[in-house]
Protein backbone atom coordinates (compact mmCIF):
# COMPACT_ATOMS: atom_id res chain seq x y z
CA UNK A 1 0.00 0.00 0.00
CA UNK A 2 1.33 3.35 -1.08
CA UNK A 3 -0.28 6.69 -0.45
CA UNK A 4 1.38 9.69 -2.06
CA UNK A 5 0.67 13.73 -1.59
CA UNK A 6 1.28 16.39 -3.58
CA UNK A 7 0.29 19.94 -4.39
CA UNK A 8 1.46 21.79 -1.08
CA UNK A 9 2.70 24.86 -1.46
CA UNK A 10 2.83 28.69 0.25
CA UNK A 11 -0.36 30.40 -0.46
CA UNK A 12 -2.00 33.81 0.21
CA UNK A 13 -4.46 34.37 3.03
CA UNK A 14 -7.87 33.71 0.87
CA UNK A 15 -6.32 32.06 -2.04
CA UNK A 16 -7.11 28.24 -3.04
CA UNK A 17 -4.72 25.21 -3.36
CA UNK A 18 -5.67 21.43 -4.70
CA UNK A 19 -3.80 18.54 -3.09
CA UNK A 20 -3.69 14.98 -4.93
CA UNK A 21 -3.31 11.92 -3.53
CA UNK A 22 -1.95 9.01 -5.67
CA UNK A 23 -2.81 5.37 -3.95
CA UNK A 24 -1.75 1.84 -5.28
CA UNK A 25 -1.26 -1.15 -3.59
CA UNK A 26 -4.65 -1.91 -3.05
CA UNK A 27 -8.65 -1.81 -4.03
CA UNK A 28 -8.83 1.98 -3.89
CA UNK A 29 -12.49 2.11 -4.89
CA UNK A 30 -13.19 -0.34 -1.82
CA UNK A 31 -11.95 2.37 0.78
CA UNK A 32 -13.13 5.26 2.54
CA UNK A 33 -10.33 7.67 2.25
CA UNK A 34 -9.77 10.43 4.58
CA UNK A 35 -7.74 14.13 5.13
CA UNK A 36 -6.27 14.71 8.64
CA UNK A 37 -3.34 17.57 9.10
CA UNK A 38 -1.33 18.42 11.60
CA UNK A 39 -0.15 22.31 12.38
CA UNK A 40 3.12 22.82 12.79
CA UNK A 41 4.31 21.36 16.24
CA UNK A 42 0.91 20.64 16.87
CA UNK A 43 -1.79 17.52 17.11
CA UNK A 44 -3.83 15.65 14.41
CA UNK A 45 -6.90 16.90 13.66
CA UNK A 46 -9.24 14.90 10.99
CA UNK A 47 -10.15 17.08 8.29
CA UNK A 48 -12.80 15.24 5.96
CA UNK A 49 -13.39 12.03 4.63
CA UNK A 50 -15.58 10.29 1.20
CA UNK A 51 -16.94 7.21 0.61
CA UNK A 52 -16.04 4.72 -1.66
CA UNK A 53 -17.56 5.78 -4.73
CA UNK A 54 -17.78 9.94 -3.83
CA UNK A 55 -21.83 10.17 -2.77
CA UNK A 56 -20.72 10.43 0.78
CA UNK A 57 -18.69 13.04 2.32
CA UNK A 58 -18.05 14.60 5.68
CA UNK A 59 -15.85 17.70 7.31
CA UNK A 60 -14.78 18.70 10.42
CA UNK A 61 -16.86 22.23 11.00
CA UNK A 62 -13.75 24.41 10.71
CA UNK A 63 -13.67 23.85 6.75
CA UNK A 64 -17.10 22.96 5.73
CA UNK A 65 -18.19 25.47 3.22
CA UNK A 66 -14.20 25.67 2.18
CA UNK A 67 -12.82 22.70 1.37
CA UNK A 68 -13.73 20.31 -1.06
CA UNK A 69 -13.11 16.46 -0.61
CA UNK A 70 -13.12 14.10 -3.99
CA UNK A 71 -11.47 10.85 -5.67
CA UNK A 72 -11.23 9.61 -8.91
CA UNK A 73 -11.21 6.04 -8.60
CA UNK A 74 -10.26 5.23 -12.27
CA UNK A 75 -6.83 7.36 -11.72
CA UNK A 76 -6.88 5.97 -7.83
CA UNK A 77 -6.82 9.60 -6.34
CA UNK A 78 -7.81 11.35 -3.87
CA UNK A 79 -8.14 15.39 -3.82
CA UNK A 80 -9.39 17.99 -1.73
CA UNK A 81 -10.13 21.30 -3.15
CA UNK A 82 -9.68 24.07 -0.66
CA UNK A 83 -10.71 27.43 -0.82
CA UNK A 84 -10.75 30.77 1.17
CA UNK A 85 -7.59 29.18 2.86
CA UNK A 86 -6.71 30.86 6.15
CA UNK A 87 -3.55 31.07 8.43
CA UNK A 88 -5.14 28.43 10.39
CA UNK A 89 -5.15 26.44 8.01
CA UNK A 90 -1.67 26.21 7.43
CA UNK A 91 -0.36 22.54 8.35
CA UNK A 92 0.94 19.06 7.14
CA UNK A 93 -1.99 17.57 4.87
CA UNK A 94 -1.85 13.86 5.61
CA UNK A 95 -3.96 11.23 3.26
CA UNK A 96 -5.22 7.97 5.17
CA UNK A 97 -7.15 4.88 4.31
CA UNK A 98 -9.64 4.10 6.61
CA UNK A 99 -9.88 0.36 8.04
CA UNK A 100 -13.99 0.76 8.75
CA UNK A 101 -14.73 2.88 11.79
CA UNK A 102 -11.60 1.74 13.42
CA UNK A 103 -9.16 4.22 12.04
CA UNK A 104 -6.86 4.83 9.64
CA UNK A 105 -4.61 1.95 8.89
CA UNK A 106 -2.52 3.56 5.65
CA UNK A 107 -1.03 7.05 5.82
CA UNK A 108 1.05 8.83 2.86
CA UNK A 109 4.27 11.50 4.03
CA UNK A 110 2.26 14.57 4.02
CA UNK A 111 2.15 17.53 1.87
CA UNK A 112 2.89 20.95 4.37
CA UNK A 113 0.31 23.74 3.20
CA UNK A 114 1.31 27.71 4.10
CA UNK A 115 -1.26 30.29 4.37
CA UNK A 116 0.79 33.35 4.63
CA UNK A 117 1.22 36.89 3.20
CA UNK B 1 -8.14 22.37 23.03
CA UNK B 2 -8.22 18.47 21.63
CA UNK B 3 -11.25 16.66 21.73
CA UNK B 4 -9.94 14.08 23.60
CA UNK B 5 -7.31 14.74 26.69
CA UNK B 6 -3.85 12.76 27.16
CA UNK B 7 -1.04 13.38 29.47
CA UNK B 8 1.50 15.91 27.19
CA UNK B 9 4.40 13.56 28.12
CA UNK B 10 4.81 10.05 30.13
CA UNK B 11 8.60 8.79 30.41
CA UNK B 12 10.29 5.31 31.17
CA UNK B 13 13.40 3.22 31.12
CA UNK B 14 14.24 0.69 28.63
CA UNK B 15 12.42 -2.61 29.91
CA UNK B 16 9.09 -0.57 32.28
CA UNK B 17 5.83 -0.53 31.39
CA UNK B 18 3.98 2.66 30.88
CA UNK B 19 0.18 3.67 30.30
CA UNK B 20 -1.07 6.46 28.38
CA UNK B 21 -4.32 7.59 29.22
CA UNK B 22 -6.82 9.23 27.13
CA UNK B 23 -9.69 10.53 28.12
CA UNK B 24 -13.10 11.47 26.71
CA UNK B 25 -17.04 11.88 27.06
CA UNK B 26 -19.87 9.49 26.85
CA UNK B 27 -20.00 11.02 22.69
CA UNK B 28 -16.90 9.08 21.58
CA UNK B 29 -15.05 6.82 23.91
CA UNK B 30 -17.55 6.04 26.19
CA UNK B 31 -20.09 5.46 23.80
CA UNK B 32 -18.16 3.45 20.84
CA UNK B 33 -15.19 1.20 20.75
CA UNK B 34 -13.65 2.61 17.63
CA UNK B 35 -10.16 4.05 19.75
CA UNK B 36 -7.45 3.79 17.96
CA UNK B 37 -3.72 4.70 18.72
CA UNK B 38 -1.02 5.91 16.54
CA UNK B 39 2.40 6.37 16.93
CA UNK B 40 4.08 9.42 15.05
CA UNK B 41 7.92 9.33 15.12
CA UNK B 42 9.79 12.87 14.26
CA UNK B 43 8.84 14.19 10.82
CA UNK B 44 7.46 11.02 10.10
CA UNK B 45 3.65 10.45 9.35
CA UNK B 46 1.39 8.66 12.20
CA UNK B 47 1.45 4.70 12.07
CA UNK B 48 -2.00 2.69 13.77
CA UNK B 49 -0.66 0.88 16.68
CA UNK B 50 -4.59 -0.01 17.87
CA UNK B 51 -7.77 -0.13 16.72
CA UNK B 52 -10.72 -0.96 18.16
CA UNK B 53 -9.91 -0.41 21.39
CA UNK B 54 -7.62 -3.27 21.98
CA UNK B 55 -7.16 -4.64 18.70
CA UNK B 56 -3.36 -4.91 17.28
CA UNK B 57 -2.89 -4.57 12.91
CA UNK B 58 -0.72 -7.66 11.92
CA UNK B 59 3.12 -6.24 12.44
CA UNK B 60 2.41 -4.77 15.37
CA UNK B 61 4.68 -5.60 18.41
CA UNK B 62 2.46 -7.47 21.16
CA UNK B 63 3.84 -4.91 23.38
CA UNK B 64 1.70 -2.66 22.58
CA UNK B 65 -2.41 -2.72 24.04
CA UNK B 66 -5.04 -1.17 24.56
CA UNK B 67 -7.79 -0.84 26.94
CA UNK B 68 -11.25 1.24 28.42
CA UNK B 69 -12.96 2.06 31.07
CA UNK B 70 -15.69 3.96 30.68
CA UNK B 71 -14.56 7.57 29.17
CA UNK B 72 -11.23 6.40 29.11
CA UNK B 73 -8.99 4.67 26.78
CA UNK B 74 -5.78 3.64 27.46
CA UNK B 75 -2.48 2.22 25.24
CA UNK B 76 -0.16 0.39 27.53
CA UNK B 77 3.57 -0.28 25.96
CA UNK B 78 5.36 -3.18 27.50
CA UNK B 79 9.04 -3.92 27.73
CA UNK B 80 9.55 -0.28 26.68
CA UNK B 81 13.04 0.02 23.88
CA UNK B 82 14.59 3.14 22.84
CA UNK B 83 12.76 2.91 19.33
CA UNK B 84 9.42 3.40 21.14
CA UNK B 85 9.93 7.38 22.21
CA UNK B 86 7.70 9.43 19.81
CA UNK B 87 4.51 10.95 19.98
CA UNK B 88 1.42 8.79 20.38
CA UNK B 89 -2.01 9.83 19.35
CA UNK B 90 -5.19 8.59 20.38
CA UNK B 91 -8.41 8.74 18.33
CA UNK B 92 -12.29 8.16 18.53
CA UNK B 93 -15.55 8.27 16.43
CA UNK B 94 -17.87 10.82 18.02
CA UNK B 95 -21.84 11.35 17.20
CA UNK B 96 -21.02 14.78 17.17
CA UNK B 97 -20.41 16.45 13.98
CA UNK B 98 -17.04 16.03 13.68
CA UNK B 99 -17.25 12.75 13.51
CA UNK B 100 -13.57 11.97 14.04
CA UNK B 101 -11.74 13.44 17.16
CA UNK B 102 -7.65 13.08 18.53
CA UNK B 103 -5.95 13.86 21.37
CA UNK B 104 -4.00 16.05 22.15
CA UNK B 105 -0.71 13.96 21.80
CA UNK B 106 1.42 12.63 24.40
CA UNK B 107 5.67 12.34 24.18
CA UNK B 108 7.23 8.89 25.27
CA UNK B 109 10.14 9.36 26.58
CA UNK B 110 12.40 6.21 26.54
CA UNK B 111 15.39 7.35 29.74
Known amino acids: VQLVESGGGLVQPGGSLRLSCAASGFTFSNYWMSWVRQAPGKGLEWVANINQDGSEKNYVDSVKGRFTISRDNAKNSLYVQMNSLRGEDTAVYYC???????????WGQGTLVTVSS | QSALTQPASVSGSPGQSITISCTGTSSDVGTYNYVSWYQQHPGKAPKLMIYDVTKRPSGVSNRFSGSKSGNTASLTISGLQPEDEADYYC???????????FGGGTKLTVL
Open chain 1, 96 to 106: AREYGNSGRDY
Open chain 2, 91 to 101: SSYTSSSTLWV
